[in-house]
């Protein structure tokens, strides 16, 4: 059954640094999404993304914060200068146009800011 | 703006019993899609049962199934003969349907579900 991957499971970084977050959604979908969530809290959107530009985004993705779709297959959330605050776990999910418009999570990648 | 509510925090139930999650939103659309996930302490988000607005007959999945109150804007989930795996966190989500635009799923706050033996 086609899932949706993300790279990497676990990353820890020094606050200010730079972080890409890497997913693979599955290969026939055209929407995809991040979402974050604080640890005890609930899932958060960030933004989606259909045909190779921002649909949609909240008021957490700051200036700070960037997707790209650099090939046919990932999808990537750039972080470019992380706060304590980034610390979190971020999931890519995807979904296709059609009647089942689930939308499909990765495993998340968890980060933590030090 | 959408908002889900979930009003149970935590839940318990002993096993092969039954057990009900609830859910209200807000929403002024007449036309959307609702989905219930499950997240174990691993922490993957995985897609449990989903609803559409339009249809009035309850989704069901096995031992999973919802009862849809679209007047109420009530979302509950029903577990039967529940098992120790079912033990997680449960999202509920609202989504406004595809316009060609990718819409987001709004989470509520969550339900802890305890099994016990």
């Known amino acids: 059954e086609p899932e949706v991957t993300q790279t990497p499971s676990h990353q820890v970084t020094q606050m200010g640094q730079e972080v890409i977050l890497r997913c693979v959604p599955i290969?026939?979908?055209?929407?995809f999404y991040w979402y974050r969530q604080i640890l005890g809290q609930k899932v958060e959107f960030l933004v989606s993304?259909?045909?190779?530009?921002?649909?949609?985004k909240s008021e957490i993705f700051d200036d700070q914060f960037s997707v790209e779709r650099p090939d046919g297959s990932n999808f990537t959330l750039k972080i470019r200068s992380t706060k304590l605050e980034d610390s979190a776990m971020y999931f890519c999910?995807?979904?296709?146009?059609?009647?089942?418009?689930?939308?499909?999570f990765g495993p998340g990648t968890r980060l933590l800011v030090l | 703006a959408q908002t889900v509510t979930q009003s149970q925090p935590e839940m318990s139930v002993q096993e092969a019993e039954t057990v009900t999650l609830s859910c209200t939103y807000d929403?002024?659309?007449?036309?959307?899609?609702l989905f219930w996930y499950k997240q174990p302490p691993s922490r993957q988000m995985i897609l449990v049962i989903r609803?559409?607005?339009?249809?009035?007959q309850n989704a069901t999945e096995n031992r999973f199934s919802v009862n849809f109150q679209k007047a109420a804007k009530s979302f509950s989930l029903k577990i039967s003969d529940s098992q120790l795996g079912d033990a997680a966190m449960y999202f509920c989500?609202?989504?406004?349907?595809?316009?060609?635009?990718?819409?987001?799923?709004?989470f509520g706050t969550g339900t802890r579900l305890q099994v016990t033996l």
């Open positions: 999910a995807s979904s296709d146009r059609g009647y089942q418009e689930t939308q499909y």
């Open positions: 290969s026939n979908h055209l929407y």
């Open positions: 993304f259909y045909n190779n530009e921002i649909s949609e």
């Open positions: 929403t002024s659309e007449s036309d959307y899609y």
């Open positions: 609803q559409e607005a339009y249809k009035q």
């Open positions: 989500a609202y989504r406004t349907p595809l316009g060609g635009t990718a819409s987001k799923l709004t």
